[in-house]
């Protein structure tokens, strides 16, 4: 037994090398080659063991086992590092008080956990350096977590508690260490024994100089056993900390391994034994219960039928096959014109009448080479003409439908459909043709005018245009693949040509146009190279086939030789070839790829132009491949003579420029090449269009676009670039302008549903593509777009104010919202119902807003509250399900009716539209009493009569009196397939029909032997079809928008207006401004413009200006600006975030944006906003303010509208509301601590701050504050917002930083003081209503100002020492931006429209006085937006406006001496110093100027300027094209290194005199879905919708290499096994067009490409030793294939018809469920079915171990709108956890052994994400209220983290369990675990 007086001597520690003097060798014992040396990163003597064998290299302490260390510290530290590469053991005797001896060993050498009486063995797991790429584990290491020790292992402490372990595995008491012996491959600098917990990272000199108190038990580490840390970095950075035991179960079981990077937690007390906190459950309150109880009543069906769901389909309706006959007649009678004799007033359609229309000559279309299975001719002229197909049919054409056609189709909005890769230039330059689906269209650019090429009966996959544009062909895709040949001039379809190919994708003309070539696949799925002689077509003749040819060879393009009509080239996966016909045959040979063989080459071009000294085959080719590889290709000698590279961006190099042009390196994709005689363009996957030479030296031209180009096209006079993208927009570039105007805007998907605003003459459309666009009827340009960044909260249904510019969307996650247009904003939003909403509608007379959702909950709510309240709802009153969106709901034409399908799909209910008071039920399946089958409705729709019409599942129409239900009359075979909307219109007359692809028109009355007209265009089901308001069109969606002109005679159309006295609103200009005339005195222009403005509701006409009250109250400036964000380039984003903003006023235009003041359309309601005529010059208002406002109101919820500029702050418009019940936990207690972030948010406003003299760098990624350490990498993270941060601001001292954020809808905005030096929350203040637009702090640090958004426009005044509000001034207009003088603390400058205001601060006791003077712009610029400023030191004030224009200001006489045009777009940031400007805009350039001549020109008190003379002094110095919108700056004080943010979400560091910009931040823009650690815990890779997947390190966080796959969203990710041949890892990525992508981290390229699946790739996952891939589809579908060949090994069909969620793989852990095999596997499905697997793949074995079924009440048919069905195993052997929809939001977990459930955990809300740690029985789960919850399993201890902005779908923890990744939105955090 040891005495008091042994252990005394031993506190607090002791120095055991010290103690033993182990230099001297005399107390210790060493063998072997063990030696010392200086070591460099701890700058001390070490002592270094090598030899691989421990019983021969070893370090023996004490020197013979007969003695003893006699150490009784509780804790034993060892200061080592392992021997890369190699195994290392060390042995402990521990004495117990017992009297025995324990041996405890740890080793990397152990594989598992063993003991005995006598021995512990434990594993110990090595962590490699941060920042390794390439490490591992060996192979021989069971499940790859044990093995060698990697090769950059870094210093480590390890600290082991003897006296747990003890106690623990042997049930013994510790008494003392006896011994020590460190054995082989190990490096060693220290062991220590202690009763203290030490804290590493803390040393005695820290801990003294900042006074902390620690607790009991713990200490500082002392100075002998510190690793040295240089000054800013941090200890955990740089070295590991081993502590066990530590938090949680390890894997391996009982291993010793890498901890947590903070501070040990809380030592355990000697006589606590294991310390569990008390837990705390997971209840839900009783008015939870109460409302999930309710719900559930709601959700309980009642006994009724089963529903059959609408079914769709993509081919045209069929139509009996006639033989085509020449006509002389240029208008044919059509077969819908003949039909049978009504009966007894019900009246029957053949169905067989089909219309198609183009603007053509009135020639005859002669078809020839057709054949019997065309189902539709076509017919082409001037004025479009009805077709007619032979009938035996009587005609009686004196009662038929008249006008006949009655439609004629004006313009299409869409681009693309089966291809993006379609486009060519007429060879005038003045038109434009693509393919839009079925149809082909011809624009002209200057006009937007169209025509149309009608005649495909599928989407068109390929088109050509030869030389002349004298000829075009088109090709349509499907397995009966047709070629047409079309007259370009005449529109009129020349010949048909019937191949033997599908898929055919691409068609080239000769030079002539006398040889056509097209490339498709033959019925074996070969490539099929067809050549065709087209000369005779345009003559009548036919086209013949010259050669064709059978190849195995990947061909995606091929174009004919401009110089020889017999020669062809071609490029695929892995060639590029010349072709050649001679004869009858097609021979080709092969290109000397060399080294390049294995490229995917996209495109290829010739080299232009003829040279008498040059032979006509001598000429260049230039081919293109996704690796960025351009080569350049001699023809001739068929030889590459040139290879170039265009390199992404490079992070990791600070000497070398961002953008690279060729060279070597990982490659930017180039999609698509064209050439002409003085450049080539090239379209990459980046989204750049860029214009080289063609040595391709430089770019000397380049514009950015929205998405990957798929396609660029030089025109033939070599002076504009046609560009189209993978996103359906369609540019071109005007070269000698440098000019971008987009032609064309389109979804990318299909079109849900639309709502028509006449008096705007604007109509609003929402598609799968998750966006809401609206956009002009008249021009058909894109006006604005909504966005919504998850496919859950897709919009599912619009409808429009009828008299307001506003307008109601319904989502699929039940979120019912109501924008404001003009301003973008969001006035209203509701979340009542559970599933997608199948419709929403205004009332007629606006006073009332309905909506309905699919599990059939009605809504009412009142428009005339701003917060649109509801009034009331109902449950189980429509009919469920989906197929009757989005038009489920109808509303008489006077407002008083209501009327629906439901609550059966066999009843329909009318209800008083204002109290939704039943009032009448119809049963439609006992109408029709001799129907053997039960008849349900599917669309309703009231007349202007107050009839009720109703479409049936029979394909009826029936007419039934609204009052009384009786049925009038109905019409049978309306449509082939079953009706998907009807629309009657304001006259009566006309009955509008709409069923798959067809369009019919009806006479209302069904009086004529004809009733009716059919329309045929679209290739896919329309999803909708109306009359305008005015009844002078029609409009259909579906795939496309369609526009036609409804031709029925104006005399019938009592009350609609012309459409020529419509004038379409324009686009903005973004130039000069300068030459905005005037047009007389204001007061006259006030008179002008509210007589204009009264008389536009009944006529139409737009005013002509501005309206303007004769006087008003003076208020401080007026707000006039029209939102017009629909510009023509493509640089301007348009507006795709929604700003939560109460309703406001009617909104005018700014005339400041068009040289035409007569081109915009008034608003309505102006006469609520109070508008100010400002006099000239300057007006001096003072306001004395203590704690108060006394600017004057602006009247009844009056408010400015958001201006047109982007400098003003939009919040990112977010599905998710936050969870206000969440708690945090309280400081120092929380389970997780968050690591990092990764991303910057490029939608704030100057939210980013660097200080040169101290380093501080700070941002914002969505609610947190970020503060990074620019040389080490590390964050730091201030947390205390919930909504998005705006802006923030930095004191001169950078001791104080501010951050703002929004408040939400129902809040104010939260101003948040941070102390810099210990991140400490100092104060939070709030004010603003809306967001926060700007943050300035004084010279001297002592106020700051604060500037509200449009919201609530004004300026608050506050003191930095108390933080108590000095003084407010409230405005009526938008202000951007404020700034206090350097020169003098008292005076500041804010600016808004067309003014800037100067202002001075008289103090008064403690409060404080603004004096404020308005200063217009000079009357030469005319009306802009003031949107920055900034200061110099000698009283001179720069701003920047909207327009591109720099004013130059004397801030003594306040006055403008001076202006210059800096940029052709906004400019939006300024910074100033010196002698030395920079601006940065909207068009992604940043300038810098220098303004030394600005002082010299500075006039007198007196003088004047003369502007156009002097504007030559200021010198445009340097300029960078930066990846965004500049929205934040900060430069040193020289102006020569800065940093700077763009709307890309990045952060850049600029470097003038090295004219260099480096990528400091960088993120994802698109929603992430997937987010996965690697096994080896060195890196992790995402994953997104842009189709990217990114592979970063760890711990610091570094994008090493980026996959990028185009026109694809990669949908899941996940990693696979070590790679023997490169020693790294490879990634999986599963896409949604059904392929899995394998790619080589370390060789950085993809390796394999397979199809598992034909839908998108939902989930994917490695078998647990990597010999199989697994993989979950879309349609349910679970296929296993062979990653190395890609051969398909099986396909479980079980879940077929529920997308799979999630596929996970184990070991089996154990043998008692009866199965053999090595492995456990699930697989989830929506359905709430998991499945479970026991396979062994060596032995091709897979059997079924358990099916699990989860109940839930009612499920709904769409389970989109519900969470998710998430499944794992647990930690715990046999038991796997789910979570999912059902009747209590919970988490399941299942035995698989018992077959039961063993518990369940209450939840407060559905779990989107889920993920257990295999450290103990922890979990977390995420949510859609930005919650993510951290739950002990076992006792239901939680606690929640709300730092995230969004919804947390995407939750993950690392094998170890240490680190966590979580995923909202484009966020990812990384986090580390501390535990509960």
């Given at each position: ?56 290299n ?17 804790y ?18 521990v004495?117990?008080e017992?009297?025995?001896?324990i ?5 990397n ?28 584990t ?55 024994t ?11 000199s ?37 502590r ?11 291993s ?8 040990p ?18 209840s ?39 033989p ?31 219309h ?8 005859d ?63 005038d ?9 079925a ?22 996959s ?43 994708h ?88 060399g ?12 080299e ?85 030479p063609?040595?391709f030296?430089?770019?000397f031209l ?9 396609l ?8 504009s ?15 000698s ?102 419709g ?15 599990l ?9 509250q701003?917060?649109y ?83 049936t ?20 075979k ?6 998907s ?7 009566g ?60 005679h ?92 109460q ?6 235009h ?19 906003l ?10 001096s ?24 500029c982007?400098?003003?702050f ?19 207690q ?39 350490n ?19 601001a ?103 429209n ?50 591109g ?31 030395r ?19 010299n ?11 156009q ?7 445009l110095?340097?300029?960078?094209i ?17 940093i ?87 990634v ?5 067009d ?44 679970v ?38 095999g ?52 647990s ?35 559905w779990?989107?994400?889920l ?58 955090f ?7």
């Amino acid at each position: 037994m040891l005495t008091m007086s042994s252990r005394a001597w031993q506190h607090p520690y002791v120095n055991v090398f010290k103690h033993v003097k182990l230099e001297e060798w005399k107390k210790a014992n060493k063998e072997g080659d063990v030696t010392t040396y200086m070591d460099k990163m701890l700058k001390c003597s070490v002592f270094r063991i090598r030899g691989s064998i421990p019983a021969s290299n070893f370090i023996l302490l004490p020197k013979t086992s007969s003695q003893s260390l006699g150490l009784t510290g509780r804790y034993f530290y060892l200061l080592f590092r392992p021997t890369p590469n190699k195994h290392f053991v060390v042995h402990l005797d521990v004495a117990a008080e017992e009297g025995q001896v324990i041996r405890v060993s740890f080793s990397n050498l152990f594989k598992e956990f063993k003991s005995t009486a006598t021995w512990l063995q434990f594993p110990l797991l090595c962590g490699a350096a941060s920042g390794s790429v390439y490490e591992s584990t060996a192979k021989t290491a069971k499940d790859g977590l044990v093995g060698p020790t990697p090769a950059s292992v870094r210093w480590t402490c390890l600290v082991m508690d003897l006296r747990y372990v003890l106690s623990i595995y042997l049930n013994r008491t510790h008494s003392h260490l006896k011994s020590i012996r460190l054995c082989a491959n190990m490096v060693t600098k220290n062991v220590i024994t202690s009763d203290l917990l030490l804290d590493p990272g803390l040393s005695f000199s820290e801990f003294r100089q900042a006074g902390m108190v620690l607790s009991e038990g713990t200490a500082p580490m002392p100075r002998e056993m510190c690793f040295p840390v240089p000054k800013g970095s941090s200890w955990h950075d740089l070295y590991d900390y081993i502590r066990f035991p530590s938090d949680g179960t390890k894997m391996p079981f009982d291993s010793i391994q890498k901890g947590l990077n903070n501070p040990p937690p809380k030592e355990l007390g000697a006589s606590e034994g294991l310390y569990r906190e008390e837990s705390r459950c997971v209840s839900i309150s009783k008015n939870v219960q109460d409302r999930v109880s309710l719900i559930q009543q709601i959700t309980t069906p009642k006994p009724r039928a089963r529903q059959h769901a609408l079914l769709l389909t993509s081919s045209l309706p069929e139509l009996t096959s006639m033989p085509f006959k020449n006509s002389n007649s240029p208008r044919l009678a059509g077969l819908g014109s003949q039909g049978q004799e009504e009966d007894n007033s019900v009246t029957r359609d053949d169905g067989d009448g089909v219309h198609v229309f183009a603007h053509c000559n009135s020639e005859d279309d002669v078809t020839a080479g057709s054949t019997d299975n065309e189902e539709v001719a076509v017919v082409n002229a001037a004025v479009p003409q009805p077709l007619h197909l032979a009938s035996t049919k009587p005609a009686k054409q004196r009662y038929k439908l008249h006008p006949d056609p009655i439609l004629k189709l004006n313009k299409i909005i869409g681009f693309g459909g089966a291809t993006m890769r379609c486009a060519a230039w007429a060879h005038d330059g003045e038109e434009v043709v693509y393919p839009c689906h079925a149809i082909i269209v011809s624009m002209k650019v200057l006009s937007g005018h169209q025509r149309f090429f009608i005649g495909h009966t599928d989407k068109v996959s390929a088109l050509a245009l030869n030389t002349k544009s004298s000829l075009l062909a088109s090709a349509q895709t499907g397995t009966h693949c047709v070629v047409r040949l079309w007259s370009y001039s005449k529109g009129q379809c020349l010949t048909m040509i019937k191949t033997h190919t599908h898929s055919l994708h691409s068609l080239s003309f000769s030079y002539s146009g006398g040889v056509l070539c097209g490339v498709g696949k033959d019925t074996h799925n070969r490539t099929m190279v067809v050549v065709w002689n087209t000369q005779h077509v345009p003559k009548g003749g036919v086209a013949s086939v010259i050669a064709k040819a059978h190849t195995d060879v990947d061909i995606q393009t091929m174009k004919i030789a401009f110089f020889d009509d017999t020669r062809m080239v071609s490029c695929g996966m892995g060639n590029v070839r010349l072709w050649r016909v001679r004869g009858s045959s097609l021979r080709s040979c092969p290109v000397n790829l060399g080294e390049y063989h294995s490229l995917e080459f996209t495109d290829l071009d010739f080299e232009q132009g003829h040279t008498p000294d040059r032979p006509p085959d001598d000429r260049a080719l230039f081919a293109s491949s996704r690796s960025g590889h351009i080569l350049d290709i001699d023809y001739v000698s068929v030889a590459i003579k040139n290879v170039r590279r265009l390199l992404p961006a490079q992070q990791s190099h600070a000497h070398r420029r961002e953008k690279q042009t060729f060279n070597t390196g990982p490659g930017i994709a180039v999609n698509s090449i064209s050439v002409c005689g003085a450049f080539c363009a090239t379209g990459s996957e980046d989204g750049f269009l860029r214009l080289w030479p063609l040595d391709f030296s430089s770019v000397f031209l380049e514009a950015e676009h929205e998405g990957p180009l798929s396609l660029v096209h030089v025109s033939s006079d070599g002076l504009s670039v046609l560009a189209a993208t993978s996103t359906g927009n369609l540019g071109y570039l005007d070269v000698s302008s440098r000019g971008y105007r987009t032609l064309m805007r389109s979804h990318t998907a299909t079109v849900l549903g639309f709502s028509v605003d006449g008096v705007q003459r604007q109509i609003t459309t929402a598609s799968k593509d998750c966006t809401v666009r609206v956009w002009a009827m008249d021009s058909a340009q894109q006006l604005y777009d909504f966005v919504s960044e998850e496919d859950n909260d897709a919009p599912c249904s619009v409808a429009f104010h009828p008299s307001l510019p506003v307008f109601a969307c319904g989502s699929n996650s039940g979120a019912v919202r109501v924008f404001d247009i003009p301003t973008s904003s969001l006035q209203a939003q509701h979340r009542q119902h559970r599933g997608p909403v199948v419709g929403v509608l205004f009332s007629p007379d606006g006073n009332h807003l309905y909506s309905a959702c699919s599990l059939g909950h009605l809504a009412l709510y009142s428009t005339k509250q701003p917060d649109y309240h509801i009034l009331r709802v109902l449950g189980n009153v429509v009919a469920r399900g989906m197929d009757r969106g989005p038009g489920a709901l109808a509303v008489s034409s006077d407002s008083r009716h209501l009327a629906f399908v439901g609550p059966t799909e066999y009843t329909v209910t009318i209800m008083d539209a204002h109290s939704l008071d039943e009032l009448l039920r119809i049963d439609v399946s006992v109408l029709d009493v001799e129907s053997t089958t039960l008849d349900s409705a599917l669309r309703v729709c009231f007349s202007p009569s107050a009839q009720l019409l109703v479409t049936t599942s029979a394909n009826k129409i029936l007419w039934i009196n609204s009052s009384t239900g009786r049925l009038l009359r109905e019409v049978s075979k309306v449509h082939k397939h079953q009706c998907s909307s009807l629309a009657v219109s304001k006259d009566g007359r006309y009955l509008l029909t709409a069923g798959h692809t067809t369009v019919k028109v009806w006479d209302y009355n069904m009086k004529l032997d004809i009733n009716s007209q059919v329309f045929i265009g679209h290739s896919e089901p329309i999803t909708q079809v109306i009359f305008t308001p005015d009844q002078m069109g029609v409009v259909s969606v579906g795939d496309a928008v369609f526009f036609w002109d409804f031709l029925a005679h104006p005399q019938e159309m009592s009350g609609c207006r012309s459409p020529t006295a419509v004038l379409s609103p324009p686009r903005p200009c973004k130039g000069r401004m300068d030459s905005l005339p005037e047009t007389g005195p204001r007061q006259s222009k006030c008179q002008q413009s509210k007589t204009e403005f009264n008389g536009i509701l009944s006529n139409g006409e737009p005013r002509l200006a501005v309206p303007r009250p004769f006087s008003s109250p003076p208020v401080l400036d007026v707000s006039a600006a029209w939102k017009a964000g629909h510009g023509d380039s493509s640089f301007a984003s348009l507006s795709s975030d929604i700003e939560e903003l109460q309703p406001g006023p009617i909104h005018s235009h700014d005339p400041a944006h068009s040289s035409d003041p007569t081109c915009y359309p008034a608003p309505r309601h102006a006469s609520f906003l109070r508008i100010i005529e400002r006099t000239e010059g300057v007006n001096s208002i003072s306001f004395q303010l203590a704690n108060q406002v006394t600017a004057q109101e602006n009247g009844d919820d009056s408010k400015p509208i958001r201006p047109d500029c982007y400098k003003h702050f939009k919040p990112c418009y977010r599905t998710s509301t936050l969870d206000q019940s969440a708690v945090a936990p309280p400081p120092g207690q929380e389970g997780l601590t968050l690591k990092a972030v990764v991303g910057y948010n490029g939608n704030g406003r100057s939210n980013m701050a660097w200080n040169p003299d101290t380093g501080l760098f700070v941002y914002s990624c969505g609610c947190v504050v970020v503060v990074e350490n620019l040389q080490t990498g590390s964050q730091r993270h201030w947390l205390g917002h919930t909504e998005e941060i705006s802006t923030l601001a930095v004191t001169h001292d950078a001791q104080m930083v501010a951050s703002a954020s929004g408040g939400g809808a129902s809040s104010k905005s939260l101003i948040c003081i941070w102390n810099v030096q210990d991140g400490s929350h100092r104060n939070s203040i709030s004010y603003h209503k809306g967001s926060v637009q700007s943050l300035a702090f004084s010279r001297d640090d002592l106020y700051f100002l604060s500037v509200g958004d449009c919201q609530e426009p004004g300026v608050a005044l506050w003191s930095t020492c108390s933080f108590e509000l000095l003084c407010t001034v409230n405005a009526h207009l938008p202000l951007h931006e404020a700034a206090f003088s350097p020169s003098s603390t008292s005076q500041l400058a804010y600016a808004g429209n067309n003014a800037v205001f100067f202002c001075c601060i008289h103090t008064r006791g403690r409060g404080a006085e603004l004096q404020v003077k308005e200063v217009e712009l000079p009357s030469e610029i005319g009306e802009a937006e003031v949107t920055c400023l900034c200061y110099t030191l000698n009283s001179i004030l720069f701003t920047g406006t909207n327009g591109g224009r720099v004013c130059v200001w004397d801030c003594n006489t306040h006055r403008c001496f001076m202006t210059w045009e800096a940029d052709d777009g906004e400019i939006g940031v300024m910074f100033c110093h010196g002698n030395r400007l920079v601006t940065g805009s909207n068009t992604k350039k940043l300038r810098l100027w220098s303004v030394a001549a600005v002082q010299n020109l500075r006039p007198s008190n007196s003088g004047t300027t003369n502007q156009q003379g002097r504007n030559t002094q200021v010198l445009l110095e340097q300029e960078m094209i930066l990846d965004g919108t500049v929205v934040s700056v900060a430069f040193d004080d020289v102006l020569d290194m800065g940093i700077v943010g763009t709307t890309a979400g990045t952060l850049w560091y600029i470097n003038w005199p090295d004219n260099t910009s480096i990528r400091l931040i960088s993120g994802h823009k698109s929603k992430v879905n997937g987010v996965v650690c690697s096994p080896d815990e060195q890196h992790f890779v995402t994953c997104g919708q842009d189709g990217s997947v990114r592979v970063w390190a760890l711990p610091n966080n570094e994008l090493l290499v980026q996959f990028q796959v185009l026109n694809q969203s990669c949908e899941c990710v996940c990693w696979g096994p070590m790679c023997v041949v490169d020693g790294g890892r490879a990634v999986a990525g599963g896409y949604s067009d059904g392929f899995v992508r394998i790619f080589s981290v370390a060789q950085a390229q993809m390796k394999l490409r397979l199809q598992p699946q034909r839908s998108a790739v939902c989930a994917l996952q490695y078998s647990e030793h990597g010999q199989v891939l697994l993989s979950g589809g879309r349609d349910g579908c679970v296929v296993v294939s062979c990653p190395i060949t890609g051969v398909t090994l099986r396909i479980f069909n079980d879940h077929k018809g529920a997308p799979i969620t999630t596929i996970q793989c184990t070991d089996k852990q154990y043998k008692e469920f009866g199965l053999e095999g090595n492995e456990l596997w699930l697989a989830v499905s929506v359905d709430r079915r998991v499945s479970i697997w026991a396979a062994d793949w060596t032995k091709d074995k897979c059997e079924l171990l358990d099916w699990l079924t989860f109940p839930a009440p009612s499920p709904p048919e769409d389970a989109a709108s519900l969470p998710p069905s998430v499944a794992a195993f647990s930690p715990e052997r046999g038991v796997v956890v789910y979570t999912g929809y059902a009747a209590q939001k919970e988490l399941t977990f299942y035995c698989l052994k018992k077959k039961q459930v063993l518990r369940t955990v209450s939840l407060t809300d559905w779990a989107l994400s889920l993920s257990p740690c295999v450290k103990g029985k922890l979990l977390v789960t995420g949510s859609n209220q930005r919650v993510l919850k951290l739950i002990d399993t076992s006792s239901g201890r939680f606690q929640d983290f709300m730092w995230h902005s969004d919804s947390v779908h995407l939750c993950s923890f690392s094998p170890s369990g240490t680190r966590l990744f979580t995923a909202a939105h484009s966020e990812v955090f990384l986090w580390t675990l501390v535990g509960l």
